[in-house]
């Protein structure tokens, strides 16, 4: 059974900093690409970063580049998003996501 468990998401000032993790179990984490999605509240889900299997090449949507970085640590079979510079438009419930299975997300509330 495919499991994803995020974990991390808090509440913080803006230019505030966070990271987010991921616990996956069920599959062959080490051997697929996972990437973030969010959703904001009213609003539809978002994609925020993919990471391939080897960790080696990521992706970010335009509004992340250069305050988000997408990692993984295969030999603990956890991804994880370090957000830098957070803004109130981050303010969102943050997934990780393989193929079509996704956790229960882990809410981020940026806010002064």
């Known amino acids: 059974e495919v499991q994803l468990v995020e974990s991390g998401g808090d509440l913080v000032q803006p230019g505030g900093s966070l990271r987010l993790s991921c616990a996956a179990s069920?599959?062959?984490?080490?051997?697929?690409?996972m990437s973030w999605v969010r959703q904001a509240p009213g609003k539809g889900l978002e994609w925020v970063s993919t990471i391939d299997s080897g960790g080696r090449r990521t992706t970010y949507a335009d509004s992340m580049k250069g305050r988000f970085t997408i990692s993984r640590d295969n030999a603990k079979n956890t991804l994880y998003l370090q957000m830098n510079s957070l803004i109130p438009e981050d303010t969102a419930v943050y997934y990780c996501v393989y193929h079509t299975y996704r956790g229960q997300g882990t809410q981020v509330t940026v806010s002064s």
């Open positions: 069920g599959f062959a984490f080490s051997s697929v690409a």
